[in-house]
């Protein structure tokens, strides 16, 4: 099966750099992705990894490391907006849905 | 349409009646996906199509769930005899293809209460 471990929250200025840790344990997967979610609000896609290394867009890099089963989400120049929740998922293997896990609550203070 | 739209973005319901919520996918989306998610969690996988047939319903708790796209496009959940631990947010995303490669859109969701 498949699990994945976030942490449930954390903190962060703005301005500042911020990186959310993502670990999972599956037998195999067709990618890694990380979901934004603002509170009452659909996910929103942000990146997706197949590789191992990091996968840059803008303020936002992924990191991926398939043989130690990490991911991470790196967020740079934080602004008041990117406080929500951050949803690492895996696509497992001969399959086309997601395993989430529980997210990572981001609060950005002034 | 732009987006994927979902109706109703709420429904409160009592305990043992039957509810429908639809999905509208982005038009020309093949991949239609429902997920369900409750407070403080992840999305939870219900069921997948591929045009018109179910191609993975490995997700569905259990035979109170069915859902079906008839023409590949417009889907519905439907849940029988609801119990309080159905309400949660019912979530449907589709993606052009079933790779995901781009990743799924979301719609805002279906927020059900159960009384």
């Known amino acids: 099966g498949q699990n994945i471990d976030q942490p449930t929250e954390m903190t962060a200025t703005e301005g500042a750099i911020v990186q959310i840790n993502c670990t999972y344990q599956?037998?195999?997967?067709?990618?890694l992705f990380w979901y934004q979610q603002h509170a009452g609000e659909a996910p929103t896609f942000l990146s997706y990894?197949?590789?191992?290394g990091l996968e840059e867009k803008g303020r936002f890099s992924s990191f991926l490391s398939r043989s130690k089963g990490y991911s991470y989400l790196l967020l740079k120049e934080l602004q008041m907006k990117d406080s929500a929740s951050y949803l690492c998922a895996v696509s497992p293997t001969g399959t086309y849905k997601y395993i989430f896990g529980t997210g990572t609550r981001l609060k950005v203070l002034a | 349409g732009a987006g994927v739209s979902q109706t109703p973005s709420n429904k409160v319901t009592e305990k043992g009646k039957y509810v429908e919520l639809r999905c509208d996918p982005i038009?020309?989306?093949?991949?239609l996906y429902w997920y369900r998610q409750s407070l403080g969690q992840g999305p939870e996988f219900l069921i997948y199509f591929q045009g018109t047939g179910a191609a993975d319903d490995s997700g569905l708790p259990n035979d109170r769930f069915f859902a079906v796209r008839p023409e590949g496009s417009v889907s519905t959940l439907k849940i029988q005899r609801t119990e309080r631990g159905d309400s949660a947010v019912y979530l449907c995303?589709?993606?052009?293809?079933?790779?995901?490669?781009?990743?799924?859109?979301f719609g805002s969701g279906t927020r059900l209460t159960v009384v």
């Open positions: 995303a589709s993606s052009q293809t079933g790779q995901g490669v781009g990743g799924y859109t």
């Open positions: 990894n197949v590789l191992d």
């Open positions: 599956t037998s195999g997967f067709n990618g």
């Open positions: 038009s020309g989306h093949t991949a």
